[in-house]
C-alpha cells in the first residue's frame, strides 16, 4: 500500500486546515489509518487514528477537541480536519496504515507511511 499525504501548508494560529491521506489500493480500506507528527529534534508522536470502519476514532489529549479524523473507503482517503490551530502543532505530519486494531497510538504498530505533509503554524 503507498500513501500519500497532502494539503499541508501555511496558516496562522487559530485558522483551520484540513490535510488528507489517499491511498493507492482498496486493500486499504482494511487497514487503520494513523495521524502522526514530527517536528525538528523532537519524536515521532502519535496524533490520532481511526479503524479501518470509521467506527471508532482516537486522538493525542493534545489535540482532542480540535482535531478531527474522518475516511471516505470509496475514495481510499482518510482526512484529518485541523481546527483552532497552535504554534506547537506545527511539524510535518504523516499517515500510516496498520493491520492492528489496538495499540494504535505506537509507529511500531505500522507497516505503511506516507511521505508526510508539513504544517506551518504562524502566531
Known amino acids: 500500500v503507498q500513501l500519500q499525504a497532502s494539503g499541508g501548508g501555511l496558516v496562522q494560529a487559530g485558522e483551520s486546515l484540513r490535510v488528507s491521506c489517499a491511498a493507492s489500493?482498496?486493500?486499504?480500506?482494511?487497514?487503520?489509518l494513523g495521524w502522526f507528527r514530527q517536528s525538528p529534534g523532537k519524536e515521532r508522536e502519535f496524533v490520532g487514528a481511526v479503524t479501518w470502519s470509521g467506527g471508532n476514532t482516537y486522538y493525542a489529549d493534545s489535540v482532542k477537541g480540535r482535531f478531527t479524523i474522518s475516511r471516505d473507503n470509496a475514495k481510499n482517503t482518510v482526512y484529518l480536519q485541523m481546527n483552532s490551530l497552535k504554534p506547537e502543532d506545527m511539524a510535518v505530519y504523516y499517515c500510516a496504515a496498520s493491520w492492528r486494531t489496538t495499540i494504535l497510538e505506537l509507529p511500531s504498530s505500522y507497516r505503511y507511511w506516507g511521505q508526510g505533509t508539513q504544517v506551518t503554524v504562524s502566531s
Open positions: 489500493e482498496r486493500t486499504f480500506n482494511y487497514y487503520a
